[in-house]
């Protein structure tokens, strides 16, 4: 368990920035911000301080009392936790849910273990995540054809390519 410094760090170093920078939705202002003070590189010196202490980890952060997340240092674990998703980790994180239940109630994101096995397969015929080439492949290319020369045009126009002619495009 980190001590009390260590939680402070690591909740300033590391898990601040993504927060602010807004986790589903950028905020622009936030992310010049962060990209100014060159915020992900002072995450990634604190997961490396980290290591260099602990070790592999994983390592325990409070998050609230009574609330704690584990910190994997190890890429190992990572893809350990990515390929034991749903179970037993399950992506459905209070922050997720609370992110994107006004978006997507029944996503299976957001879904507890036993739902996620109902909607995950509707969600792999919608993909055709079997597939090398998607059905709908060509009209969703064209569509963004369209986009891009449309941000090509701006930027043609004023000079720059922003966040906000960006996200407008997306």
Known sequence: MLNAVEHARVLARVLASPVIKGPIIRRPNAV????RFDADAAGVDEMKRLRAKYGDGPVQVRLTPGRRVALLLNPDDVHRVLNETPEPFSPASLEKRGALNHFQPAGALVSSPSARRERRPFNERALESGKTIHSHAETMT?????????????????????WEAFSTMS
């Open 142 to 162: 064209q569509a963004i054809r369209e986009e891009v020369e449309a941000l090509r045009g701006h930027l043609d126009f004023t000079g720059t390519l922003d």
């Open 32 to 35: 010049n911000l962060a990209e």
